[in-house]
């Protein structure tokens, strides 16, 4: 399957705890964005990378959330000291970036993060 | 700035009936228009998308969908549904970069 890897697929959290989640794209694929689905609600953006550089991290909270798309391996996005509140679905998803605003972009599972 | 209104939350058909998701969006740069969809526990898959071109646009699984400029509408229609369709529907528009997704509309199909 080549398509877009995330794991873990689920993740259990206490509060206080950190939280890494991986995403590796598609084969060839070299932009990576990450978007947060909480329960009952759409898909919200959070950030876009390209390798090691983040493009735009509009959709990120200020505080205790980054990202990086490291020249080799996945790209993760980390939440440090988790909340009750950070509890939802994250997905990534990847396109070729060619720059061409119509390409879709492929979507992962998925990451299930639950916080005890 | 870019949004997406999916106007039902809901939508209960039954099996073999038609069916059509309302999307509507607003854009001040050139629109992108994508449908998915989304199975319990999946993430999401491309139903359809247009670009350019022609207003009616086919996409997998019998689905297909018309733009519409004049009513910034991107509504999504399948003739004949079948239980398997039942399913989260997500309707988003894209300028730049990132993807802008409506709130969805759960597609119940029942027997």
């Known amino acids: 399957n080549a398509g877009v890897m995330q794991n873990p697929r689920h993740l259990v959290r206490r509060r206080g705890q950190e939280a890494r989640l991986r995403c590796s794209p598609m084969k060839g694929h070299s932009h990576v964005y990450w978007y947060r689905q909480l329960p009952e609600e759409g898909l919200k953006f959070m950030v876009y990378?390209?390798?090691?550089?983040?493009?735009?991290e509009s959709g990120m909270p200020k505080e205790r959330f980054s990202a990086e798309f490291p020249k080799e391996g996945p790209s993760i996005l980390r939440i440090q000291q988790v909340v009750r509140g950070d509890s939802a679905a994250y997905f990534c998803?990847?396109?070729?970036?060619?720059?061409?605003?119509?390409?879709?972009?492929?979507f992962g599972d998925g990451t299930r993060l639950s916080i005890l | 700035a870019q949004s997406v209104t999916q106007l039902d939350s809901q939508v209960p058909v039954f099996e073999e009936a038609p069916v059509e998701l309302r999307c509507n969006y607003s854009s001040s740069v050139s629109v992108y228009l994508f449908w998915y969809v989304q199975y319990p526990n999946q993430g999401l898959q491309l139903l359809l998308k247009?670009?350019?071109?022609?207003?009616l646009v086919k996409g997998i699984n019998g689905f297909e969908a018309e733009f519409n400029k004049s009513q910034t509408s991107f509504h999504l229609r399948k003739p004949s549904v079948h239980i398997s369709d039942t399913a989260e529907y997500f309707c988003a528009v894209r300028g730049t970069d990132k993807l802008i997704f409506g709130t969805g509309t759960r597609l119940q199909v029942f027997p």
């Open positions: 990378l390209q390798k090691e550089n983040i493009i735009d």
């Open positions: 998803a990847s396109s070729p970036g060619t720059g061409y605003g119509g390409q879709p972009q492929h």
């Open positions: 247009y670009l350019s071109g022609s207003t």
